[in-house]
């Protein structure tokens, strides 16, 4: 399986089929041209995680809870919130618990609250972890870390930060505190990870960070 991080939330699975999870918009950024996928899930219906438009090949969409089996994934969609709220200040968010070549990844989307017992034990053991650091419309690095604990995975793949020298003029903040938190060792990568259910274990509690 091949991991490639996108920017911002987004990354695509490479496995026997294609993944993508999140795509943003062009008010983030621009997405790899020709950029392809069987699938794509969106974890919510703003413009920098639902820009289905720039993933090409007519992939099928899933944006809602439920479990879907799809060229190769295992998919299963749990229902969260976009704040502490309830969903009363940005609504609803899903996270994506994907399973394939025996590695369970889940991506919290927007994530805006710890979880709860009932939403820990719905996701179960997980192998890679995406998740939310930078605040403000999400998680910060403090609340990060316990959902970190909560879930108790191999290996975590911050996003949804501000990568040092960004143009972008977004209230979030960078990486660095939530890295100096969890005190797990940090692994830069450029774009993609290649890893397996047999070499998985050689990362164990590291922080993978790409550099994008």
Same mark, same amino acid.
């Given at each position: 399986?091949?991991?490639?991080?996108?920017?911002?939330?987004?990354?695509?699975?490479?496995?026997?089929?294609?993944? %993508?999870?999140?795509?943003?918009?062009?008010?983030?950024?621009?997405?790899?041209?020709?950029?392809?996928?069987?699938?794509?899930?969106?974890?919510?219906?703003?413009?920098?995680?639902?820009?289905?438009?720039?993933?090409?090949?007519?992939?099928?969409?899933?944006?809602?809870?439920?479990?879907?089996?799809?060229?190769?994934?295992?998919?299963?969609?749990?229902?969260?919130?976009?704040?502490?709220?309830?969903?009363?200040?940005?609504?609803?968010?899903?996270?994506?618990?994907?399973?394939?070549?025996?590695?369970?990844?889940?991506?919290?989307?927007?994530?805006?609250?710890?979880?709860?017992?009932?939403?820990?034990?719905?996701?179960?053991?997980?192998?890679?972890?995406?998740?939310?650091?930078?605040?403000?419309?999400?998680?910060?690095?403090?609340?990060?870390?316990?959902? %970190?604990?909560?879930?108790?995975?191999?290996? %975590?793949?911050?996003?949804?930060?501000?990568?040092?020298?960004?143009?972008?003029?977004?209230?979030?903040?960078?990486?660095?505190?939530?890295?100096?938190?969890?005190?797990?060792?940090?692994?830069?990568?450029?774009?993609?990870?290649?890893?397996?259910?047999?070499?998985?274990?050689?990362?164990?509690?590291?922080? %993978?960070?790409?550099?994008?």
């Amino acid at each position: 399986m091949k991991i490639e991080y996108l920017g911002h939330s987004s990354y695509q699975i490479k496995s026997q089929s294609k993944l %993508v999870l999140d795509p943003y918009g062009p008010q983030i950024g621009e997405l790899p041209a020709e950029l392809t996928a069987d699938v794509v899930t969106v974890s919510h219906q703003h413009f920098d995680h639902n820009y289905t438009d720039g993933v090409s090949d007519n992939p099928q969409i899933i944006d809602g809870p439920g479990e879907f089996s799809i060229k190769g994934f295992d998919i299963k969609g749990i229902k969260s919130f976009h704040d502490n709220e309830g969903g009363a200040k940005r609504g609803d968010n899903i996270i994506f618990c994907i399973s394939t070549e025996n590695i369970k990844l889940c991506h919290l989307g927007d994530l805006g609250h710890i979880l709860s017992a009932e939403q820990v034990q719905e996701i179960g053991n997980v192998d890679i972890l995406m998740i939310p650091v930078g605040g403000y419309y999400t998680i910060d690095a403090n609340e990060a870390v316990q959902v %970190v604990r909560q879930i108790n995975p191999s290996i %975590v793949m911050p996003m949804h930060f501000k990568p040092q020298g960004s143009p972008l003029q977004l209230p979030i903040e960078g990486v660095g505190n939530f890295n100096k938190l969890l005190g797990w060792d940090v692994i830069e990568r450029m774009d993609e990870l290649e890893i397996s259910g047999l070499t998985i274990d050689l990362l164990n509690k590291k922080i %993978v960070i790409f550099k994008k």
